[in-house]
């Protein structure tokens, strides 16, 4: 089995809005973080709200206070689109000029055409065109 990403472990407490976490294996962004106070017979409580990165969809994880989370590894690259399909954007990477394929979303989809330079966010073995940066 081919290794789909990496990740490290984080305490609850470093965890801020707008950076990233791994909630039922889906990478995700923090939108929101709640505590409540420690209860007369449990640990305080911390509530993560997320939107996947890849997936689009809500998701929220429950853990104790001093639990851990999963914090995946982030790349960002900058690229250039060789070509646009119905299903993926080709890319080639401006560092290795590797090529290799990304998803983009449909509103990014409608405003990128070939020779436009674009940064793309992988983590864990996805890529997805996040914005476009020029080209022609």
Known sequence: MEETGSYSRK?????????YVLIDG????????ESSSPG???????????IGVFSNQKKTLLKPGDGDVDVPEIKKKRAQIVAITDSSVQLMDLDTYEIYEAAADEET????KPGQEVEVLESMG???????LGGN
Request: proline share 0%; hydrophobic share 40%.
């Open 11 to 19: 305490s609850v407490k470093e965890i801020k809005e707008g950076s």
């Open 26 to 33: 889906d990478v995700c962004r923090v939108v929101e973080i």
């Open 40 to 50: 007369k017979h449990g640990a305080a409580k911390v509530r993560i709200t997320a």
């Open 109 to 112: 989809r409608k405003s990128i």
């Open 126 to 132: 996805k890529r997805l065109i996040t914005r476009v």
